[in-house]
């Protein structure tokens, strides 16, 4: 059995639509259809979910949300009418659109996240109703009737165990279950979203649940690529990777599936496979627990800037038991979440996203690092880029980091960082943002374009 | 000003304490002498410091200590012989110590440092009677009486700050200053030493309270060599470096200079040399603030095994603030100091020196980090070595990584870890063990023997 999710873009036009029925009636195995809103059908159109927050905030504003709430139902009618669908599903989410408005907004963020989570809700029913349109069993499922709860936290809600269990029964039905993605409802009843891309998150919850011998997740593109596709030009396509490798490339800017929708796939062990709505013959990405390593010791290079150093030292810091722990202590303090921390003998340099700290918190920490650590000195490093570069096949490859860090040289990139050696499939770099595009081009030249001799 | 401090090989007999008066009067600017006590004449010897501690515990025990009280004592008198001193130096050192094997035992730390110390605050005697007999104006100088003042931990000992003000009035006193190094003493007037080495310690001190000009330290070796010489034969000898990387070479395997040593010198700026007693005119090796960069990248490569890491990982651990702080704290509840962590996204590993672990305790502390962390996975690596790769010229040189990993790669070395980027003057390459001598005569190669075409 396969769970198959469909992302905005392959949901943003009746045309679209037609697509998503072909694929889905085409394996008898897909038997439940994960939906996310109604997307962009060009690149300056509005998704619907973006409609329906400003919509909730004008409704909080006490101001009239007209012209979002004429734009919403205009894009489920103009779905409707392309495929043409009865009247009455159109009236179904026009009713339901008016109840959730005129509901309890004594709690905002509860409300916003009722009026989000319309735009997958009432789009599961209008998926449902065309598949049924054309003669196929199709049911639109109630995440509150199915067992979907989650946490109370508005916008970043998380399954609770109990879900996985309720779900299972979902198995049992005939024909093809419709599940709305990006929320569930908390044991009191309420509307609560996952966090942004939560369709995914749905989609693995389901996975997971249902026991799954696949996860297909439909988006635009026809494979993760394995470099930025905006800095080299038509990079090489990944046919397989493993979640380890996927999880280091997303969080280094590969964007392509939210890394916290893969958690509940991994700990079910099962695959997901990421294709293209647009073009469902190429066989797309494969995402497994473990792949045959036969394609060089690099599978993939991402990068990310937007880094700072805070650099401390202190002679003989390295017979002060407890130091770094304080040191740590510290930025807690200030809810500040650090990514890797490189030691000399005497000093250590802490590395963060620079957007979590404002000058007044910067002031604050390196005065009490100096002050209650009594360090020698601390400076910090702006403008930073981490590199990462990934790959399950670097454990058996002795001369990876002697071909990475020789690329950087030849290409005048000088390496402010390495971090390597606990992860096992994946080296980072640090450079200045300025040498970002240069040194992930000289990576994948390295790595991935074959010498001509 | 010059402080001079001779170490044991060099007053181990009356020929070399002949060399010492040579190189003490061949320089008017060496007015202060620090001494250790006599060290071995011959690999077989024994030191007199040794032969203290085994008298100590033997008096501990209501045992005779009669053999090493002689020994010492022989020691002694054949020098004075070897000299023709008169007898009246030998016979204040057989005073002394039977009036220091009489005192209070209620203490067993306090007693041994008692005894040891008295193997240089003797030696610092005679060498004040011998300089004396050669008609030079030399004092003995009791470190109690010129205000040295330590804190009261055995064998431990450290200097309190206003003994600094204290000593400099050393600087007015006439003739040559003969200093007994290793102790001092504790406010309620009790000796204590310093950590073994302790006569390093002392000069420094010394020559950072006296305001001196360079502190010279004269052992047995021509020179710091830029590698071990157990490894690599005939290295090539370092002229200068500076206290950033003596601190980094003597970190990890560099024993020439105890590194604690260095600390006082280096607060106040003052150029360390490192001489020849057996070969005064050799440069030597001078230790500074600052160097000029003209010698390539790297100046030495140093190496230590008895490593082990613990490998810590948790899915989406990255987003989890608090962590390393609580994994930090988990060592430190157990007194472990560790000296890296090389961090992936979901994993870390803390390197450890082995020798601080049974076990058990590796055990608890595994439980601990399991349990209270919830972490996925925990396992630990034994016999890892960490090579450091050290030199100023580091910051401006490109592709000094490129060249140490590729050496690495040719060699078949496996790099287990690798952590650059928080000291300019190094890189860390954690290899296993039965790959350090390998790993390092490539680097040294690499670096340090010109390429012949």
């Known amino acids: 059995m396969k769970v198959v999710k469909f992302g905005g873009s392959s949901l943003a036009s009746g045309k679209q639509l037609e697509k998503v029925f072909q694929i889905v009636t085409a394996d008898p195995e897909r038997k439940v259809v994960v939906v996310s809103a109604p997307g962009k059908r060009y690149a300056e159109d509005t998704k619907v979910t973006d409609l329906l927050i400003e919509c909730a905030e004008l409704c909080l504003q006490n101001k009239n949300p007209k012209v979002q709430l004429d734009n919403v139902l205009g894009r489920y009618a103009s779905i409707a009418e392309e495929l043409r669908l009865s009247d009455a599903v159109i009236r179904e989410i026009h009713d339901d659109l008016l109840t959730r408005m005129a509901s309890d907004k004594s709690k905002p963020d509860r409300f916003i996240d009722l009026l989000k989570a319309s735009g997958e809700d009432n789009n599961a029913k209008l998926v449902a109703a065309y598949f049924q349109s054309q003669g196929i069993e199709a049911h639109y499922v109630d995440p509150k009737e199915a067992g979907l709860l989650v946490s109370d936290e508005p916008g970043n809600a998380q399954a609770l165990p109990e879900s996985y269990e309720r779900l299972f029964s979902l198995n049992e039905r005939s024909g093809i279950q419709v599940f709305p993605g990006f929320f569930g409802y908390s044991l009191s009843g309420e509307v609560f979203t996952f966090s942004r891309s939560g369709s995914d998150i749905t989609g693995s919850i389901l996975a997971n649940a249902l ?195 020789k690329a950087l040289a030849n290409a005048s990139v000088n390496i402010e960082m390495i971090n390597q050696g606990s992860s096992e499939v994946s080296m980072m770099f640090g450079v200045k943002e300025v040498d970002e595009k240069r040194a992930v081009k000289a990576l994948y030249e390295e790595f991935f374009v074959p010498v001509t001799v």
């Open 211 to 405: 026991k799954a011998d696949l996860y297909e997740n439909f988006t635009d593109v026809d494979a993760v690529y394995s470099v930025n596709p905006s800095i080299v030009q038509k990079p090489k396509e990944i046919k397989e990777l493993t979640y380890r490798e996927m999880r280091e490339l997303s969080y280094a800017g590969f964007t392509v599936l939210h890394d916290e929708a893969l958690v509940p796939a991994f700990r079910a062990g099962i695959p997901v496979n990421i294709k293209n709505t647009n073009n469902p013959a190429a066989p797309g990405t494969l995402i497994v627990n473990e792949r045959d390593n036969t394609n060089g010791p690099v599978i993939g290079i991402a990068s990310d800037k937007g880094f700072c150093s805070i650099y401390v030292s202190k002679y003989l810091m390295n017979r002060e038991i407890g130091f770094g722990r304080k040191l740590l202590g510290v930025l807690e303090d200030y809810g500040l979440s650090y990514e890797h921390t490189p030691s000399g003998i005497d000093d250590v340099s802490v590395i963060l996203r620079e957007n979590q700290l404002d000058e007044k918190v910067m002031v604050e920490v390196i005065d009490r690092i100096k002050n209650e650590l009594q360090a020698d000195e601390v400076k910090v490093a702006h403008s930073l880029s981490l590199i990462m570069v990934v790959g399950e096949g670097m454990r058996r490859n002795v001369g990876t980091m002697a071909r990475a860090s």
